[in-house]
């Protein structure tokens, strides 16, 4: 990511803003501004509605990981692990609407649902709570940053393959890897200036560290290869990818550096069907979510529907999206306008 360490720390009022409702920091836009004064239907949370999508990615992995255990046939095990590593990606899906605290009124709830929705994925709730925060606040201007830095150039290369290893993402691996030993050593992770923020991350990539070194040494003194099959192959040739899929579409080919207008800076997949919908979590409506923060997912359609005649970047499929990527239709012309650095 562009370094950002010369720039000042938000203040505490600030950043007790970042995942407010109604009075949460919002992200720049051109023409008419009503979003302070949005009505308070918009802002209500769907405490149920969240518990029943989150159960349900739980119940997919207990119900693939028990298949795995039971060592049926290999059509059997590559099924299931599919499975494993579809849940692992739409968790942490949830885990992003966790971090806004829209899922429920208990912030110990929120955080508890948003770590343990990471884990597959060793994606550490308070670190991308961090960085997504600032980047609703600092989208469009040279501030904005990514927690999942992907590899945005050379995409239509290579008759399809470049697409292939910026999916793959390999890299965040080695820099997430890379945060575990430093928290393990207590040194400081980048980007993080307040302390606070700091120490909540370091105890999140300890705790992924415990929970991967454990399955390690289980694997090695039993030579059961379970985690491998259940956990990490799904996490790395399915749910990366997959995950891969979900974000790519919300900024890929837009300036989020230097255009400060959320309604042609971000992209909405008007046309999605209603699985990509329930499993992307709404993240098809990425603009009307960008527009104002503060709006749960729960309720995101109707914020949609307020705004969207003002949408300028739509896209009628995320099938008719990625074929325009592949092709070379949608890329960036200048990496200026991305903060992804891969």
Known sequence: MPAISGVPPLGDDEVARLDAAENTIL?????????????KEYFVKKPGRFTVKFLTGVVLIVGSWSVIAFQPAWPVVVLAAVV??????????????CLHEHAYRSRALNRLCGVLAGVFMFSSFWHYKHDHLRHHAFLGTPRNREFFNYRFRDLHRWYGLGFLLAALHPG?????G?????????RSIHDVPRQLDARRIRAEYRLLAVLFAGAVAYTVVTGDLF?????????????????????LPEHFG??????PNVLTNTRTIKSASRFAQWFTNYNNLHTAHHYHQGVPMA??????????????????????????????????????GTCMTR
């Open 178 to 186: 890379r945060d575990m030993l430093r928290s393990l050593a207590g």
């Open 254 to 259: 837009l300036n989020t550096q230097s255009d």
């Open 172 to 176: 965040r691996y080695v820099t997430t």
């Open 27 to 39: 992200a720049p836009v051109r023409g008419a501004d009503p979003r302070r004064s949005l009505a």
């Open 84 to 97: 494993s590593g579809l849940s692992f990606a739409y968790l942490v899906e949830l885990q992003h609407e």
């Open 227 to 247: 985690f491998v099959f259940a956990w990490w192959l799904p996490t790395l040739l399915v749910a990366e990818p997959t995950h891969f899929l979900i974000e």
């Open 299 to 336: 309720r995101i359609e109707n914020l949609h529907t307020l705004i969207a005649d003002r949408v300028v970047p739509v896209e009628t499929t995320y099938w008719s999206f990625y074929r325009k990527v592949i092709s070379g239709e949608i890329r960036y012309q200048d990496l200026d």
